[in-house]
């Protein structure tokens, strides 16, 4: 055993009070790792990735566990270190409660099965282990960190929460951040912030709430928001108890109940401090990691990033010579077979730049046989409408590209597109390029139809995980071990910054035809994958691919907008305003910036003493949902939230829209995004259109102002109806729910009769039916749903019971869904589209919950968006087979927007609606009817 793996086995009592040494003037930095709650949250943050070696054991978690290491040693540069673990015998806290951490699941197997290399890695870096039978490794933080305290400034590496109650004067929270090597350092006045009590409270707060991840009961309906209150107001749970006659009845009551258990409760939570360590501050000295066990390691488990940052973090290491030459002498050499080759794409590329119409020809004749060729243009704008053509790159073979100079050249662009027009527009010749959209959209400016899409590197590595990073340059470096030239790089920066038009041909063309030939490659790997998913590679040429080109066509197309009656909205909803703020004043009795959280907050919880709900950076929270908890405590709140609503509604959309005409068509643009959302939902951008509110008055303003785009023309407007209940019914097979859709009743009003045992169906009673009905899908629980309906949480909890056991089809099929997610590490839409959910298995309850919610929506909800995907898909190909002159314009949420003739609508109606039938069969809907509801008007509201 190493002199730093120190293992403390002691037969007898582990407990002494701990006499603290003398402070020192200059404290030295002590850093105390959590040792398997870091590695817990390495595995799962990793675990989607699937980093295996090459004979398939699993790596990710001692990757990101290194990761963190490596991160404490390069920022921190620490005197001291420690890394503290869990025993396997039960502790002092399982023989006070025998139920404690009895929900617990063991740990997952390739976790376990790392635990090892994370030892031997420990012993390699020279940092010791501390283990005592029968304490947790929060008991032997808590007592280092109060013997060191004195001596030294500690910092304890942990993402538990728990561990806040050590904090103190000299001691700190280091919290790994949203990026797995990020560390947020959390001190007294973080802590109190954050959790709304200070460190010396923090027991008293984990005493009345429990701990659910540890199986620690608190007070039945105190949570961390009432705990919080509570002791801000009392100091401690001791006065608390004191003034149980001041406290409400429902929480006097809790309390009472719960009294008997207090005293076994704080035991429970408090961290010990108080145990026999034999450790002295020169055992846990830093020193440099011991290369020849840590290189061998290293490689054994082909951690390559990790040894390429080695002598960045310990840079004397390098300082010896003979060290560096032994890591980097041969292409064998330890550090030369592990550091990640990120390199230049030109280098050893072909890559030429064509300037003539004799080239251009000689090129173009080359490529008459090509099976397929890379495409991507260089401009001068994102803004399509406003983008100049500064040439175009195309690729047939990996490491091979020609950039086809359209300016500082000899070539009329005019005359050399049109020679490129019959290569471009060949429909038998497949298109790649990293979001072909932007380039279809520019080329349709010049009269070109970029197509057919053959694929698009950007959709596939969105298909293959939706929540990577999707540009080019993150692709080529994570997939191909390329560094490439930025945009910026090119052109430079600042007043420096040089015009497209105006950068060398041949600088220009290597930075082109890298990004041509660089999507090239990537097909070739992303092919691959696919190939070996199916199921995904049928979404990618099936459903994602084919979109690109009708997403083009929308956005091109645009809308037109009756800009008048926007300017007659404004003024109404302005003047509604006016008077709203004036009725605020004078419920507030002064005036002040509602606009201004700042003074909203003194106004609300200083002058009218209302109470607080949330805090926040800057002071309490004053946004929607505090609102609205305060709404029945004064009226002046109801006005706030309606405040709210028309100045968002007046300054998003109806003010705003007309600023965002284009000035060259007349027309608004949106831009269609297939690949931001987790789900595979589409959003808009500029403007996004899908948060138009459908049922308020000003909402159906805003939607009466989308107009076609001749008095003689019509919009066509078709929406599925209650698409994701049927989709629900599908997936679970519950007969019930399915036989109600065969029999065309109003969905809300079976379940209605189903939960409240009735024929006679009241308007709320279906109100309530249909908010039981959606929520289910979102994972609705009795909290949610008595707040959402208004009832109590126990005739929440009634519904809910009533309809779990008329649908257990349901319930069972989401219950599943969560166990698969679990097990897989993703959930799946009927076509098999992924979304990989790596916090189903957090050991965080509250994060394991909104996982768990995600789990059970997301094959809902994906599955709605491949259904409107493949519509959409359908209609434009029906559309251009039929020779209609009928365009298809906008799609929201479930709904389609067409623009349309007198001749066309009627047949048109028919086509769209068999279509989106049509999109949800091939999308897996075989046992449940699906239904279109179509429309036509003058506007987009009457449309609807």
Same mark, same amino acid.
């Given at each position: 055993?190493?002199?730093?793996?120190?293992?403390?086995?002691?037969?007898?009592?582990?407990?002494?009070?701990?006499?603290?040494?003398?402070?020192?003037?200059?404290?030295?930095?002590?850093?105390?790792?959590?040792?398997?709650?870091?590695?817990?949250?390495?595995?799962?943050?990793?675990?989607?990735?699937?980093?295996?070696?090459?004979?398939?054991?699993?790596?990710?978690?001692?990757?990101?566990?290194?990761?963190?290491?490596?991160?404490?040693?390069?920022?921190?540069?620490?005197?001291? !270190?420690?890394?503290?673990?869990?025993?396997?015998?039960?502790?002092?806290?399982?023989?006070?409660?025998?139920?404690?951490?009895?929900?617990?699941?063991?740990?997952?197997?390739?976790?376990?099965?790392?635990?090892?290399?994370?030892?031997?890695?420990?012993?390699?870096?020279?940092?010791?282990?501390?283990?005592?039978?029968?304490?947790?490794?929060?008991?032997?933080?808590?007592?280092?960190? &109060?013997?060191?305290?004195?001596?030294?400034?500690?910092?304890?590496?942990?993402?538990?929460?728990?561990?806040?109650?050590?904090?103190?004067?000299?001691?700190?929270?280091?919290?790994?951040?949203?990026? %797995?090597?990020?560390?947020?350092?959390?001190?007294?006045?973080?802590?109190?912030?954050?959790?709304?009590?200070?460190?010396?409270?923090?027991?008293? +707060?984990?005493?009345?709430?429990?701990?659910?991840?540890?199986?620690?009961?608190?007070?039945?309906?105190?949570?961390?928001?009432?705990?919080?209150?509570?002791?801000?107001?009392?100091?401690?749970?001791?006065?608390?108890?004191?003034?149980?006659?001041? @406290?409400?009845?429902?929480?006097?009551?809790?309390?009472?109940?719960?009294?008997?258990?207090?005293?076994?409760?704080?035991?429970?939570?408090?961290?010990?401090?108080?145990?026999?360590?034999?450790?002295?501050?020169?055992?846990?000295?830093?020193?440099?990691? =011991?290369?020849?066990?840590? @290189?061998?390691?290293?490689?054994?488990?082909?951690?390559?990033?990790?040894?390429?940052?080695?002598?960045?973090?310990?840079?004397?290491?390098?300082?010896?010579?003979?060290?560096?030459?032994?890591?980097?002498?041969?292409?064998?050499?330890?550090?030369?077979?592990?550091?990640?080759?990120?390199?230049?794409?030109?280098?050893?590329?072909?890559?030429?730049?064509?300037?003539?119409?004799?080239?251009?020809?000689?090129?173009?004749?080359?490529?008459?046989?090509?099976?397929?060729?890379?495409?991507?243009?260089?401009?001068?704008?994102?803004?399509?409408?406003?983008?100049?053509?500064?040439?175009?790159?195309?690729?047939?073979?990996?490491?091979?590209?020609?950039?086809?100079?359209?300016?500082?050249?000899?070539?009329?662009?005019?005359?050399?597109?049109?020679?490129?027009?019959?290569? +471009?527009?060949?429909?038998?010749?497949?298109?790649?390029? %990293?979001?072909?959209?932007?380039?279809?959209?520019?080329?349709?400016?010049?009269?070109?139809?970029?197509?057919?899409?053959?694929?698009?590197?950007?959709?596939?590595?969105?298909?293959?995980?939706?929540?990577?990073?999707?540009?080019?340059?993150?692709?080529?470096?994570?997939?191909?071990?390329?560094?490439?030239?930025?945009?910026?790089?090119?052109?430079?920066?600042?007043?420096?910054?040089?015009?497209?038009?105006?950068?060398?041909?041949?600088?220009?063309?290597?930075?082109?035809?890298?990004?041509?030939?660089?999507?090239?490659?990537?097909?070739?790997?992303?092919?691959?994958?696919?190939?070996?998913?199916?199921?995904?590679?049928?979404?990618?040429?099936?459903?994602?691919?084919?979109?690109?080109?009708?997403?083009?066509?929308?956005?091109?197309?645009?809308?037109?907008?009756?800009?008048?009656? !926007?300017?007659?909205?404004?003024?109404?909803?302005?003047?509604?305003?006016?008077?709203?703020?004036?009725?605020?004043?004078?419920?507030?009795?002064?005036?002040?910036?509602?606009?201004?959280?700042?003074?909203?907050?003194?106004?609300?919880?200083?002058? @009218?003493?209302?109470?607080?709900?949330?805090?926040?950076?800057?002071?309490?929270?004053?946004?929607?949902?505090?609102?609205?908890?305060?709404?029945?405590?004064?009226?002046?709140?109801?006005?706030?939230?309606?405040?709210?609503?028309?100045?968002?509604?007046?300054?998003?959309?109806?003010?705003?829209?007309?600023?965002?005409?284009?000035?060259?068509?007349?027309?608004?643009?949106?831009?269609?995004?297939?690949?931001?959302?987790?789900?595979?939902? @589409?959003?808009?951008?500029?403007?996004?259109?899908?948060?138009?509110?459908? &049922?308020?008055?000003?909402?159906?303003?805003?939607?009466?102002?989308?107009?076609?785009?001749?008095?003689?023309?019509?919009?066509?407007?078709?929406?599925?109806?209650?698409?994701?209940?049927?989709?629900?019914?599908?997936?679970?097979?519950?007969?019930?729910?399915?036989?109600?859709?065969?029999?065309?009743?109003?969905?809300?009003?079976?379940?209605?009769?189903?939960?409240?045992?009735?024929?006679?169906?009241?308007?709320?009673?279906?109100?309530?039916?249909?908010?039981?009905?959606?929520?289910?899908?979102?994972?609705?629980?009795?909290?949610?749903?008595?707040?959402?309906?208004?009832?109590?949480?126990?005739?929440?909890?009634?519904?809910?019971?009533?309809?779990?056991?008329?649908?257990?089809?349901?319930?069972?099929?989401?219950?599943?869904?969560?166990?698969?997610?679990?097990?897989?590490?993703?959930?799946?839409?009927?076509?098999?589209?992924?979304?990989?959910?790596?916090?189903?298995?957090?050991?965080?309850?509250?994060? %394991?919950?909104?996982?768990?919610?995600?789990?059970?929506?997301?094959?809902? %909800?994906?599955?709605?968006?491949?259904?409107?995907?493949?519509?959409?898909?359908?209609?434009?190909?029906?559309?251009?087979?039929?020779?209609?002159?009928?365009?298809?314009?906008?799609?929201?949420?479930?709904?389609? +927007?067409?623009?349309?003739?007198?001749?066309?609508?009627?047949?048109?109606?028919?086509?769209?609606?068999?279509?989106?039938?049509?999109?949800?069969?091939?999308?897996?809907?075989?046992?449940?009817?699906?239904?279109? =509801?179509?429309?036509?008007?003058?506007?987009?509201?009457?449309?609807?």
């Amino acid at each position: 055993m190493s002199r730093k793996q120190l293992d403390f086995f002691h037969s007898g009592s582990a407990e002494r009070a701990v006499a603290p040494p003398k402070p020192v003037a200059e404290k030295p930095k002590l850093i105390l790792i959590d040792g398997m709650a870091m590695l817990y949250r390495a595995f799962f943050a990793l675990q989607r990735a699937g980093m295996t070696s090459r004979d398939g054991k699993p790596t990710g978690a001692v990757y990101g566990f290194t990761s963190a290491l490596l991160k404490i040693f390069e920022t921190y540069k620490p005197d001291y !270190l420690a890394a503290a673990f869990d025993s396997r015998e039960k502790t002092f806290r399982h023989h006070l409660y025998p139920l404690y951490k009895a929900n617990r699941s063991a740990p997952p197997e390739d976790l376990i099965s790392q635990l090892d290399a994370v030892f031997e890695l420990l012993a390699a870096f020279d940092i010791p282990l501390i283990k005592i039978p029968g304490f947790e490794a929060d008991d032997l933080i808590g007592t280092a960190a &109060r013997i060191f305290q004195p001596e030294c400034a500690v910092f304890i590496v942990t993402p538990d929460k728990d561990l806040a109650q050590l904090v103190q004067d000299g001691v700190s929270i280091l919290r790994p951040g949203k990026n %797995q090597n990020e560390l947020e350092l959390l001190g007294r006045s973080e802590i109190a912030e954050q959790f709304g009590v200070p460190p010396e409270r923090f027991t008293d +707060l984990l005493t009345l709430t429990g701990d659910t991840s540890d199986n620690i009961p608190g007070a039945k309906g105190i949570g961390p928001k009432t705990a919080a209150t509570l002791l801000g107001k009392y100091d401690s749970l001791q006065n608390i108890y004191l003034h149980l006659g001041d @406290l409400s009845p429902k929480n006097r009551l809790t309390l009472e109940e719960f009294q008997p258990q207090l005293d076994l409760i704080k035991q429970l939570v408090t961290i010990r401090t108080d145990l026999q360590i034999d450790l002295t501050l020169k055992e846990l000295a830093c020193g440099s990691p =011991d290369l020849t066990l840590l @290189l061998p390691l290293l490689n054994k488990l082909e951690l390559k990033t990790v040894i390429g940052r080695l002598p960045v973090v310990f840079p004397k290491l390098m300082e010896h010579a003979s060290l560096e030459a032994s890591m980097h002498d041969g292409p064998d050499s330890p550090l030369a077979a592990a550091e990640p080759e990120l390199r230049s794409p030109r280098t050893g590329a072909d890559y030429g730049v064509i300037t003539t119409e004799e080239g251009l020809k000689a090129l173009i004749n080359s490529l008459q046989d090509a099976p397929r060729i890379a495409v991507d243009t260089e401009t001068t704008s994102l803004n399509t409408f406003e983008a100049e053509l500064a040439g175009i790159s195309i690729s047939t073979e990996a490491r091979k590209a020609r950039f086809i100079a359209l300016a500082n050249s000899s070539l009329n662009p005019q005359s050399a597109l049109e020679l490129l027009r019959p290569l +471009l527009e060949n429909p038998e010749l497949p298109k790649t390029g %990293q979001n072909l959209k932007y380039d279809i959209l520019v080329l349709k400016k010049y009269g070109i139809d970029l197509t057919p899409v053959g694929f698009d590197t950007m959709l596939a590595s969105y298909v293959l995980d939706p929540e990577e990073k999707h540009n080019l340059d993150d692709l080529a470096a994570r997939h191909l071990g390329y560094k490439t030239t930025t945009f910026e790089e090119l052109t430079g920066t600042g007043k420096a910054k040089l015009h497209i038009f105006d950068v060398e041909p041949e600088q220009l063309s290597d930075y082109a035809c890298q990004d041509a030939d660089l999507a090239l490659q990537l097909e070739e790997i992303f092919r691959k994958k696919l190939e070996g998913e199916k199921e995904l590679l049928w979404l990618c040429e099936h459903i994602e691919f084919p979109l690109v080109s009708v997403l083009a066509a929308m956005e091109h197309a645009g809308i037109c907008i009756d800009t008048p009656h !926007l300017e007659k909205t404004s003024e109404a909803v302005g003047k509604e305003l006016e008077l709203l703020t004036e009725k605020i004043y004078a419920a507030s009795g002064a005036p002040f910036n509602i606009d201004s959280p700042k003074q909203l907050s003194n106004i609300l919880f200083n002058v @009218l003493g209302l109470p607080t709900k949330k805090s926040t950076k800057t002071g309490f929270s004053t946004n929607v949902e505090v609102l609205e908890e305060l709404a029945e405590l004064h009226p002046v709140v109801a006005s706030l939230l309606e405040y709210r609503t028309l100045q968002k509604l007046k300054t998003t959309y109806i003010d705003a829209l007309p600023k965002i005409v284009n000035p060259l068509t007349g027309r608004l643009h949106t831009s269609f995004n297939q690949f931001i959302t987790a789900t595979g939902r @589409l959003s808009s951008s500029n403007p996004n259109l899908q948060n138009i509110p459908i &049922r308020s008055p000003l909402g159906k303003e805003i939607r009466r102002a989308f107009i076609p785009s001749s008095p003689d023309k019509w919009l066509l407007s078709a929406d599925y109806s209650q698409i994701e209940l049927r989709i629900a019914a599908e997936i679970s097979g519950d007969p019930q729910l399915i036989e109600a859709f065969r029999n065309r009743e109003d969905i809300h009003t079976a379940t209605a009769r189903v939960i409240f045992g009735s024929d006679e169906i009241t308007p709320d009673m279906r109100r309530k039916a249909k908010e039981v009905n959606f929520g289910v899908l979102y994972g609705i629980m009795p909290f949610g749903l008595s707040k959402r309906l208004n009832i109590p949480r126990s005739e929440a909890i009634a519904i809910i019971d009533t309809y779990k056991a008329k649908y257990p089809g349901l319930f069972l099929a989401l219950q599943e869904i969560i166990e698969t997610g679990k097990k897989d590490g993703y959930v799946s839409t009927l076509l098999g589209r992924r979304r990989y959910i790596a916090d189903l298995n957090s050991r965080n309850s509250n994060i %394991q919950k909104a996982a768990e919610r995600a789990a059970m929506n997301t094959p809902i %909800q994906g599955t709605a968006a491949d259904i409107i995907k493949c519509a959409m898909n359908l209609c434009s190909e029906r559309l251009r087979k039929n020779s209609m002159r009928s365009v298809m314009l906008l799609q929201v949420h479930d709904e389609l +927007l067409f623009e349309t003739t007198d001749e066309e609508k009627e047949p048109l109606a028919d086509l769209i609606e068999e279509a989106m039938i049509d999109a949800a069969i091939i999308c897996g809907l075989k046992n449940v009817p699906v239904e279109v =509801d179509t429309g036509i008007g003058k506007n987009w509201l009457d449309a609807h």
